[in-house]
């Protein structure tokens, strides 16, 4: 006899059946690829293997003479690295007396533990290379697993027996029976439903309650400690200014006007520059050294052949620019010169566009100190521009045509801001840690001035350069008609939600495409197991792009951070009214029709359909658990694009920048779409908890899962764009808690449905007792855990490691006006070696040291 399940049933069996499959595969090639391709899988081994390194700079000397593979005699290339003194040192010596991290013995033993230890390491050992972000993104999947764990280990002993053993309902089969929908109305059973609601919250709100705590007491270490590995003490004595009036955007007037409020306490001060000019020359200039290394490459490459050909040694052939630049080279020439360069030296053509881009470089930064005040500066720069970079002959630029670059550019802006003007952002260094605490702590600084407001400053790497020049005035309008825009959004996104589900759904759209009835059992199976779910899925991918670059590009934040945490606060409401006209679109929707026929049928009629729709969601639930995860970790995309590079090109052919700026770019957690997706499952587990206690049993698997996953990726994969301190645990409490209350208030509402005449009443108390939970544990934790107590601001002062001696004027200035015109190319290669190993096919371990490629430096 054989069995026929019901479509319900039989599209969860082929969802998991399908995803197993696809997971298993993903895994399996993970396990394969993760030893043999350490570039794409575990980067941050050779990073801190080589950091100690001593070995010559990536630049090579003023880009002049390259030297061939197996040259070791290049001398090493002098890059001015800031000192505290107001002087420079080359990177070479500041790498050789500079300890440019710490901790580096008990990272190196993490990294060597197996997958199995690793898995059971302290998260405060981990705590070490994630970061108070990472670290705390980690307790709440741990927490979120603990709950979730515990509530379905008593959803599966207790609530499932009394679900599948109910009277039973004529419109409920299969996978369904295991759900509250198989409960008939008035069922004394509901009891069962009551008790772990009750029970179920209160594991909730405990393990939340205990988690925060564990926050607050991990902020006021961080306060006084610090992230050593990646945040620069200067950052803890500085602050961000806006609003700064025209009058005082000189850094010697900005240094009296604090210095007002704190005598001689005031160190630096920095104000923005405004310079969309100078931006667009930095960036041709990256452009022209990509193509560098690529015709020096194309010329090495050459040579070899050459070489091999005739057994002696060649020079290097001079390609011309149309056979050896790089793609973005190409582009950069076609938009800005002429045609009739293509055919020169391809190494002489873009030195020397390097060459007349420096100096503009350079007198645009003259421009923009003077802006601000800064005379000595000024000075520097000026001497810099005189003897630091040869003017090519009249002839040579007629020949190479390569002025036409900055003409071409020039008319682009010629209706825009072409030098630079000061801006109303500024940054203030104080000598002291209490100063800066004090400063920031107030809302009023000057009466004279009440538009000024101060805040603490991010770090550099945080920051978006770009946006500083925006005033909050112009913030604050622009996020109101991108609030508007957002909650129109949302009428839009729900009607596209709603409709995608039903079109969606195999039995609706059979009644356009009759053929879909004749499919064979399984394929319709398959289909109508995994198609909602994958166009859910692809439909959700747009909302955090679209927010995001309405953050950056519209409203202007000045930081990373703040834009993914108005990503992380919108794309969780979308992610709410996307369960909601789910269920809605899945249940109330396809009943209607059957609630008009028999006005009497609506109770048990909607009483029945709303578990029901836990179907999809725990098709979800097995997709995310099991392709989710596995894909997460096999990080298709960089392993396929690296291994396309090796194919499509010869070794000698490849460059530092085409492997570091491509597929092996550096992997950072996106937190404003990473988080509300977690949440997404978090707030569905606890709707659908005591409603379909599987759903809560899966949902527990992928938190332990995706913890591990994470936890494997923070230590050997990812590597930190920003610091903020874990402050984006405010967000996942908050929405945490949220998500607790949607669940009571949809579980009073269903017991309505079931018409739990005392069950119903009995849940009333229950919202009121989440409130008060909810205020009690933000009482106790969130004000000292925002703030620093000025108490240890004074503890900090005194304590000689945080000392101020250390700072200097440059570290919070943008990048525009520090850049400096003498880094050139990264080095082809280092003493002869293959950036490629022949044999393993990974990068040498080399490439990889401070000194050939920095790697997350400090700020």
């Not at 492997?659 to 997706?677: E, N």
């Amino acid at each position: 006899m054989s069995w026929s399940p019901d479509p319900d049933t039989a599209s969860v069996f082929a969802t998991l059946t399908v995803n197993s499959i696809l997971g298993g595969v993903f895994f399996l090639l993970f396990l394969f690829f993760r030893s043999r391709s350490p570039d794409t899988y575990s980067p941050r081994s050779k990073i801190i293997r080589n950091r100690s390194s001593t070995i010559e700079s990536k630049r090579e000397k003023n880009y002049g003479s390259i030297s061939t593979p197996g040259d070791s005699s290049r001398v090493a290339t002098a890059i001015l690295v800031p000192q505290s003194s107001g002087g420079y040192v080359t990177e070479t010596e500041s790498l050789s007396t500079t300890k440019r991290r710490t901790s580096s013995d008990s990272l190196l033993a993490l990294l060597d533990l197996s997958a199995i230890q690793l898995f059971f390491t302290d998260d405060n050992v981990v705590l070490k290379v994630a970061g108070m972000d990472g670290y705390m993104f980690l307790r709440f999947l741990k927490t979120c697993a603990k709950i979730l764990c515990t509530s379905s280990f008593f959803g599966l002993i207790i609530l499932l027996p009394v679900y599948f053993t109910g009277s039973g309902n004529d419109n409920v089969f299969g996978i369904n029976r295991y759900s509250m929908a198989n409960l008939r109305p008035q069922s004394d059973r509901l009891w069962a439903s009551w008790v772990c609601t009750y029970v179920f919250t209160f594991i909730f709100l405990y393990f939340f309650h205990e988690e925060y705590h564990n926050f607050a007491v991990m902020r006021k270490e961080f306060f006084k400690k610090g992230d050593e590995m990646f945040i620069n003490p200067q950052t803890n004595h500085t602050v961000l200014v806006e609003n700064v009036p025209v009058e005082l955007r000189t850094a010697k007037q900005l240094t009296s006007l604090f210095n007002s409020l704190a005598p001689n306490e005031v160190m630096f001060a920095s104000i923005g520059v405004f310079s969309p000019y100078l931006e667009q020359v930095i960036k041709l200039r990256t452009s022209a050294l990509a193509a560098l290394e690529s015709a020096i490459a194309s010329n090495r490459t050459a040579q070899l052949v050459a070489t091999q050909t005739d057994g002696k040694a060649a020079t290097p052939t001079a390609l011309p620019v149309d056979k050896s630049s790089h793609p973005v080279g190409l582009y950069f020439l076609k938009k800005y010169c002429f045609k009739n360069v293509l055919q020169v030296d391809a190494e002489q053509y873009w030195r020397h566009c390097i060459e007349i881009l420096d100096r503009e470089i350079i007198r645009l930064q003259i421009e923009g100190e003077a802006a601000v005040g800064d005379s000595n500066r000024v000075d520097m720069k000026s001497a810099q521009l005189e003897s630091g970079v040869t003017v090519l002959s009249p002839q040579a630029l007629f020949e190479l045509n390569v002025e036409n670059v900055l003409n071409k550019l020039k008319d682009k802006f010629k209706k825009k801001i072409m030098s630079p003007v000061s801006t109303g952002t500024a940054f203030v260094t104080f000598r002291s840690r209490r100063t800066q605490a004090m400063i920031c702590q107030v809302p009023l600084l000057f009466e004279q001035y009440p538009a000024i407001t101060v805040t603490k400053s991010p770090t550099p790497s945080d920051l978006l350069w770009e946006n500083l020049s925006y005033s909050t005035t112009y913030t604050s309008y622009a996020s109101i008609g991108v609030m508007v825009l957002l909650y129109s959004g949302l009428l839009f996104w729900s009607t596209i939600i709603a409709f995608v589900a039903a079109v969606s759904t195999l039995a609706n759209l059979a009644t356009y495409l009759p053929f879909i009835n004749d499919l064979n059992p399984v394929l319709y199976a398959l289909i109508a197991g995994n198609l909602p779910v994958v166009v859910n899925i692809v439909f959700q991918a747009l909302i955090p792009i679209v927010i995001g670059m309405l953050a950056h590009y519209v409203e202007r934040r000045k930081s990373r951070s703040a834009v993914e945490i108005h990503v992380f606060r919108w794309y969780f409401l979308y992610q709410v009214i996307n369960i909601f006209v789910l269920v809605l679109s899945g249940s109330i929707f396809t009943s209607i029709a059957n609630i008009i026929a028999s006005p009497t049928s609506a109770v048990t009629l909607l009483g029945a359909a709303l578990p029901t729709v836990s179907v999809f969601f725990i098709n979800f639930m097995i997709t995310q658990l099991l392709s989710g995860i596995p894909s997460l970790l096999l990080r298709l995309g960089p392993l396929v694009i690296f291994k396309v590079y090796k194919m499509l090109f010869k070794e000698s052919q490849l460059t530092q920048r085409t492997l570091f700026a491509g597929p092996l770019a550096d992997a950072s957690v996106s937190y404003g779409t990473v988080l509300p997706a977690v949440l997404y499952v978090l707030t569905l587990s606890v709707v659908y908890w005591v409603i379909a206690p599987i759903l809560s049993a899966i949902a527990a698997v992928f938190f332990v899962l995706t913890y591990l996953a994470y936890k494997y990726q923070y230590v050997h994969l990812i590597i930190r764009t920003y610091e903020n301190g874990g402050e984006l645990w405010y967000g996942m409490h908050y929405y945490s808690m949220t998500a607790l209350m949607i669940s009571t208030l949809t579980m009073i509402g269903f017991m309505a449905l079931k018409l739990g005449a005392a069950e119903t009443p009995l849940l009333l108390p229950l919202p009121v007792i989440v409130i008060l939970a909810w205020r009690y544990t933000e009482n106790s934790f969130l004000r000292s855990s925002m703030y620093m107590p000025f108490s240890s601001a004074v503890d900090m002062d005194n304590d000689s490691s945080d000392h101020a001696s250390n700072f200097f004027p440059e570290y919070s200035k943008q990048p525009s006006m520090t850049t400096s015109v003498l880094e050139g190319p990264w080095i082809y290669r280092v003493n002869g070696t293959p950036l490629v190993d022949k044999k393993t096919g990974q990068v040498n371990d080399i490439y990889y040291s401070d000194s050939v490629r920095k790697v997350g430096d400090k700020d």
